[in-house]
T-cell receptor, first 111, second 113 residues
C-alpha cells in the first residue's frame, strides 16, 4: 500500500465549476498535510496546509481534513483554466520525519 | 524575501561522470530536503539536512550524497552517473521546526547521455 495515494486523473471540470481533489494516507499518526500545485515544467508551489480536522479556507481554495478516515481533500471553487496543473498532496508524520508526497492528480479546467 | 535558489538550472553529463548540485535555502531556514522527480516515479525523497546533520534519508544508493554548510546552503553529489539518473532534482527548505511547510526551488534538470 502506498503511503500517500491520489488518483492520477486527469480530472476534467468545466470553467466555473468546483474541482474536488482527494488524497488518502496510511500513517494514522500523521499530523501535517500540504497541497502543492505544479505546472508542467515548473517546481511545486505550496498553496494550502492544514493541521486540524475540519475545513480551512483561503480564497477559492478549501482544504478538508478527516484524520479518522485518513483523508484530506482540496476544493477549488470557480475553477479557472489557469488552475490546470498537477496537484500534489504531501503528508508529514509527527516529529521531524520526512514529508511523503503523493504522485499527484492532474486537473484540467475546460473553458 | 528571496526564495530557494538552485544552481545550475540545467546540466548535461555522460554516464560515469559525477555531478554536484547546489541549493541556497530561504533566509532563516535551517532544513534542506532534496527530491528526485521523474515522470514515472513522481517526487522521491533523497535526504534532509538540518543544522549540518543528515536528519532523514530516503532509499537511494550510496552514489547519492549530500552535505550542508554552516550557512544552511546544501549540496548534493551524484557519482558514477547512470542513464536512470536523468531527472529534475528539487531542493526544498523549511524552518525545520514543528510542522512548517517546505518551499521548493526551481530545480536542476539533469540529463545523462
Amino acid at each position: 500500500q502506498k503511503e500517500v495515494e491520489q488518483n492520477s486523473g486527469p480530472l476534467s471540470v468545466p470553467e466555473g465549476a468546483i474541482a474536488s481533489l482527494n488524497c488518502t494516507y496510511s500513517d494514522r499518526g500523521s499530523q501535517s498535510f500540504f497541497w502543492y500545485r505544479q505546472y508542467s515544467g515548473k517546481s511545486p508551489e505550496l498553496i494550502m496546509f492544514i493541521y486540524s480536522n475540519g475545513d480551512k479556507e483561503d480564497g477559492r481554495f478549501t482544504a478538508q481534513l478527516n484524520k479518522a478516515s485518513q483523508y484530506v481533500s482540496l476544493l477549488i471553487r470557480d475553477s479557472q483554466p489557469s488552475d490546470s496543473a498537477t496537484y500534489l498532496c504531501a503528508v508529514m508524520p509527527g516529529g521531524y520525519q520526512k514529508v511523503t508526497f503523493g504522485t499527484g492528480t492532474k486537473l484540467q479546467v475546460i473553458p | 524575501k528571496a526564495g530557494v535558489t538552485q544552481t545550475p538550472r540545467y546540466l548535461i553529463k555522460t554516464r560515469g561522470q559525477q555531478v554536484t548540485l547546489s541549493c541556497s535555502p530561504i533566509s532563516g531556514h535551517r532544513s534542506v530536503s532534496w527530491y528526485q522527480q521523474t515522470p514515472g516515479q513522481g517526487l522521491q525523497f533523497l535526504f534532509e539536512y538540518f543544522s549540518e546533520t543528515q536528519r532523514n534519508k530516503g532509499n537511494f544508493p550510496g552514489r547519492f550524497s549530500g552535505r550542508q554548510f554552516s550557512n544552511s546552503r546544501s549540496e548534493m553529489n551524484v557519482s558514477t552517473l547512470e542513464l536512470g539518473d536523468s531527472a529534475l532534482y528539487l531542493c526544498a527548505s523549511s524552518s525545520g521546526q514543528g510542522n512548517q511547510p517546505q518551499h521548493f526551488g526551481d530545480g536542476t534538470r539533469l540529463s545523462i547521455l
